[in-house]
């Protein structure tokens, strides 16, 4: 298999993460869509990353749906095989997902000249951050799509996403005004798939 990923998308380590939580061998290409030279759009109309061409050719994005092939090919189990089951863990990942869109709009807008910049956009999109992560943090008290014992791929988007914040927006102080989401991913940021998968410096 080979994944085509930037190295700070939060969605594309999201699948890195996953691939070695699996075990799965794969071969990474590192594109950036934006620049004039990306292949992207060869592997995905929509330009995003990532896309994941699998040993048929086939190719899948965006991460979710990748995320769902990775569980055909065995491994370590990231969803659970219940539907019903498996709806709150990919409930959760859709709200970090989310969380990770209004972020990367964000930084984005704030990228343009400053006479150009949608002031009143970019306060939308921070109040969508702090609404997620208070919906997160409710959802870890509550135990809703986050693992227990095990791993899931809920618990992987939420990773990537506060380590996305990290990154971009490490002036929010995310961890402050949510301690125990803090300390939970601090445990989880240890993880070797983490470490391993950390965006290089800005």
Known sequence: MKLVASLTSPYARKIRVALAEKGLPFTLEVDIPWLPETQVPAYNPLGKVPALVGDDGEVWYDSPVIALYLETLGGTPLLPAERVASLPVRQTEALADGISDAAIAAFLESRRPPEQQDAAGIERQLAKIHRGLAALEERLVQRKGFGNA?????????????????????????????????????????????????????
């Open 150 to 202: 095990a791993l899931n791929i809920a618990d992987i988007a939420v990773g990537c996403t506060l380590g996305y914040l990290d990154f971009r927006f490490g002036h929010l102080h995310w961890r402050s005004t949510h301690p125990k989401l803090a300390a939970w991913a601090a445990e989880l940021m240890a993880r070797p798939s983490f470490v391993d998968t950390t965006p290089p410096p800005a």
